[in-house]
C-alpha cells in the first residue's frame, strides 16, 4: 500500500491500567500495548486554528494501520517524544489507515 511505505518510525503505544496495590487500593501503571509502525507529523498552521476554533487540544496528527490497536487515552513513545492520544479518525472508514490526533506530553522540567 502506499500509505503505508510512508510509515517510517516506531512507536510504542501503552495503556493505563490499575493494578491493585494489595493494600485495598489502587495504583495506576502503563503496560506496553505494542510496537507500531507509523508516521508522526506536526499540525500545519491551518490545522492548528482549525483546533483552536474547536477547543480542542493537539499539536500532531500519527498515522497507523488500520488494524492497530489504538484508543483515546493511550501514550505514544517515539523519536525521544511522548504523546497522548485525544481522537482517532478512520478516514476511509474501510480499515485502510487511521488517523490519530495526539497532543505532545512536555517532560517534567521543561518550560
Same mark, same amino acid.
Given at each position: 500500500?502506499?500509505? %503505508?511505505?510512508? /510509515?517510517?518510525?516506531? /512507536?510504542?503505544?501503552?495503556?493505563?491500567?490499575?493494578?491493585?496495590?494489595?493494600?485495598?487500593?489502587?495504583?495506576?501503571?502503563?503496560?506496553?500495548?505494542? +510496537?507500531?509502525?507509523?508516521?508522526?507529523?506536526? +499540525?500545519?498552521? @491551518?490545522?492548528?486554528?482549525?483546533? +483552536?476554533?474547536?477547543?480542542? @487540544?493537539?499539536?500532531?496528527? =500519527?498515522? +497507523?494501520?488500520?488494524?492497530?490497536?489504538?484508543?483515546?487515552?493511550?501514550?505514544?513513545?517515539?523519536?525521544?517524544?511522548?504523546?497522548?492520544?485525544? @481522537?482517532?479518525? %478512520?478516514?476511509?472508514? @474501510?480499515?485502510?489507515? =487511521?488517523?490519530?490526533?495526539?497532543? %505532545?506530553?512536555?517532560?517534567?522540567?521543561?518550560?
Amino acid at each position: 500500500m502506499l500509505m %503505508e511505505a510512508l /510509515f517510517n518510525h516506531d /512507536f510504542t503505544v501503552t495503556r493505563k491500567t490499575r493494578v491493585s496495590d494489595g493494600q485495598g487500593g489502587w495504583v495506576e501503571t502503563w503496560p506496553e500495548v505494542g +510496537l507500531m509502525l507509523g508516521r508522526m507529523r506536526p +499540525l500545519t498552521a @491551518a490545522e492548528r486554528t482549525m483546533a +483552536l476554533q474547536q477547543q480542542s @487540544a493537539i499539536s500532531h496528527v =500519527l498515522y +497507523l494501520a488500520g488494524d492497530e490497536d489504538i484508543k483515546r487515552g493511550d501514550r505514544v513513545d517515539g523519536e525521544g517524544r511522548t504523546w497522548n492520544v485525544m @481522537a482517532i479518525r %478512520e478516514p476511509s472508514h @474501510a480499515g485502510h489507515h =487511521l488517523e490519530v490526533d495526539c497532543r %505532545e506530553k512536555q517532560q517534567e522540567g521543561e518550560p
